[in-house]
């Protein structure tokens, strides 16, 4: 009992503390006690386009001590212009970066998203001019994430001894362009792709001015290289760009808006806080106080409470010494331990919506993709038009473990064989993943389907290609990106294909992150689809898990993309009744003939499927081939390929 009592008046300490740090560091007002309440008016229109909080009117400022402040982030600034060019009388909402006016073309408040056109751009013609880089302070504005860059190249000249680029089918040849440069000279437009950096640099020597201007991503994509340097680059710079912003980072101006407070943040020109625009054209520092009237109300009953809290824990802090209980300790409430997790890893996740979000981008869940163990798929589409695939977890998910592996595994990866999560949504009991929508479903639709003249039928080359690109993705999540990756889940039914059919590994709700250090996994309970678990994963007798659990999931995989394809031509099969890895094992020659159809590149790719296959299952973990063996083997020559120890585990 001796050992506990010391708790008491440490709490207590600990109380007093807080309620001297807290009236000690009450900041001193920086606003007058009062404003004018037009500043923050609840809405505008400006060309049809609704501006509102955290957006302001760019004369809605007031000065106070020779500093000008807004009700508004600083560089939310909107300017309703009127247009003069001829009737009809029309106003544009603009809004300046960088020293550029840009045109607010729409401001999507439940995505905070802003979509915006260069002005230059919409008054330059077919093939407009141009002129500047887009920049902004990276204070409140980001890029949107469907973005890419086209990048401009204006009064290139070569001498007479240098050598001339091959660049002609980038030449910018609309009629009546003309170079923004005194000096004439040729002009390019180029895609990402077009160019790599040691051409950029080179090409950009021998020009006057180099540009680089964001475009939509799946615009880009739908216009040609050859159209482009014809006037369509003009079109993909007339639909504009989006930039998102984010919420205000300073721990006042959260506190001016949320929703006990129910005010406005201003701010200086110098993008600092300076206190909190309350209702009724009163000020706050750093949030809105209740009024007077409510202030009378709830001094008795706030005295009360805290009277009532002060014994409730004096007498819990007496009842846990008494009787020897734990100190103080309490298991969070799951909605708690994701909340908290999402907090420390805030640098990390993608984007997060809320229910309403989700219901409308489903359109109240109007296409379902699919259901499985954690909940159902729908089909969405986001406002900029991107179709999304959104998993909706089932509300009894325990502690919320599987929503915080897949938020906390998929946010560190970025490759072209692991799915993409764009966000998510966590609302009370509502828990959503969104992810880029794979038209062409899972690998289970084709590979396993049962008709043998189904167009979902894949040929062996198609299945080659998608057993190289997982093990490509596997290796990332092994050793490739930041945090190593375990997956605890490799089957058909995750293994998701977009429209040219290239594989992408998803559904990371068993996942396990590890140090990259570290060779042995500690976890509890067996995880993963029975048929594709690891020995080592049920039983400690046959080795530690590790990364080659992965490697084993994804061998059984490939050898049932074999034996699925093979079942799904071949009317007779003899080895039904036997376990199918062993029987590969001893008809090997003759199956890979068979299965191709005595197509000699064929049988190579089906013997290389199932000779890596029989490698990754291996019973004992450390006779597994790693990730990085597996592409070396599948990329390289069957002749260099040996074949394993007998399987003995059926």
């Known amino acids: 009992m001796a050992a506990h009592l010391p708790r008491l008046p440490v709490l207590l300490l600990v109380l007093l503390a807080a309620h001297v740090v807290s009236t000690s560091t009450r900041a001193e007002p920086l606003l007058p006690s009062t404003y004018n309440v037009s500043m923050c008016s609840e809405s505008f229109s400006c060309g049809g386009v609704e501006i509102r909080y955290p957006f302001y009117l760019a004369n809605a400022t007031a000065d106070y001590s020779g500093s000008y402040y807004s009700c508004g982030y600083t560089d939310l600034s909107v300017s309703c212009e009127l247009e003069v060019e001829g009737p009809p009388t029309t106003w544009t909402p603009t809004i300046r970066l960088g020293g550029d006016n840009y045109t607010v073309k729409n401001i999507f408040y439940d995505f905070h998203t802003i979509s915006l056109t260069d002005r230059d751009v919409l008054g330059g013609g077919e093939c407009p001019v141009v002129r500047h880089n887009v920049s902004f302070d990276e204070t ?67 020009c006057d001015e180099v540009f680089s201007v964001p475009v939509g991503s799946e615009a880009l994509r739908a216009t040609d290289t050859f159209s482009l340097p014809r006037g369509g680059y003009g079109e993909l710079l007339r639909q504009g760009f989006e930039l998102e912003w984010n919420r205000a980072s300073e721990d006042q101006c959260g506190q001016c ?74 298991k969070n409430k799951p909605g708690t331990r994701i909340e908290s997790f999402l907090q420390k890893n805030e640098s990390i996740h993608p984007k997060r919506y809320t229910y309403a979000d989700v219901k409308r981008m489903t359109k109240s869940f109007a296409v379902k993709l699919g259901q499985g163990g954690f909940g159902a798929v729908y089909k969405g589409s986001l406002h900029d038009g991107r179709q999304v695939a959104v998993k909706m977890l089932k509300d009894t998910q325990g502690d919320g473990e599987e929503f915080m592996n897949e938020v906390a595994s998929i946010s560190r990866t970025s490759h072209v064989n692991v799915v993409t999560l764009l966000g998510f949504c966590l609302q009370g009991s509502k828990r959503a993943l969104i992810y880029e929508y794979m038209p062409n479903g899972s690998l289970e639709r084709y590979a396993f389907t049962g008709d043998m003249n189904s167009e979902n039928l894949l040929t062996w080359e198609r299945l080659f290609d998608i057993a190289i690109g997982t093990a490509r993705g596997l290796e990332y999540l092994h050793r490739g990106c930041n945090t190593r990756i375990v997956h605890f889940d490799i089957k058909p039914h995750n293994i998701l294909l977009d429209q040219d059919f290239c594989p992408k590994i998803s559904d990371f709700g068993l996942a396990k992150l590890c140090l990259n250090k570290e060779s042995a996994i500690s976890i509890v309970g067996a995880r993963g689809t029975i048929g594709y678990i690891a020995p080592e994963v049920y039983s400690k007798q046959f080795g530690t898990i590790s990364s080659k659990s992965d490697v084993y999931s994804y061998g059984m995989m490939v050898l049932e993309m074999v034996g699925a394809r093979d079942r799904n031509t071949s009317a007779d099969s003899d080895h039904s009744s036997q376990y199918f890895p062993q029987w590969l094992y001893e008809h090997l020659d003759d199956y890979c003939v068979g299965a191709s159809e005595i197509n000699g590149e064929t049988t190579e790719l089906v013997r290389k499927m199932i000779v890596v296959g029989l490698w990754c299952i291996q019973v004992i973990p450390t006779d597994r081939p790693t990730m990085t063996r597996v592409v070396e083997m599948l990329e390289g020559s069957t002749s260099n390929l040996e074949l394993p120890p007998r399987v003995l585990l059926s």
Not at 143 to 151: I, K, V
Not at 286 to 306: D, L, M, N, T
């Open 257 to 330: 808006e949320g929703s006990g407070s129910g005010g406005r943040c201003a701010y200086n020109q110098k993008r600092e806080f300076l206190g909190c625009l309350c209702s009724g054209g009163k000020a706050g520092n750093p949030f809105c106080k209740p009024s007077r009237s409510k202030r009378k109300e709830a001094a008795p009953i706030v005295g009360a409470v805290a009277v009532a809290f002060l014994c409730l824990v004096i007498l819990t802090s007496f009842l846990a010494c008494r009787y020897g209980l734990l100190p103080f300790k309490s």
């Open 140 to 206: 409140w504005l980001h890029n949107a994430s469907a973005f890419d860059n086209l990048t401009f190249f204006f009064g290139c000249h070569w001498g007479p001894r240098d050598t001339l680029p091959e660049f002609a089918g980038n030449n910018i040849s609309c009629a009546g362009f003309s170079p923004p440069t005194i000096s004439g000279g040729a002009s390019f437009v180029f895609k990402p792709e077009d160019l790599d950096e040691q051409e950029e640099q080179e090409l950009a020597s021998h």
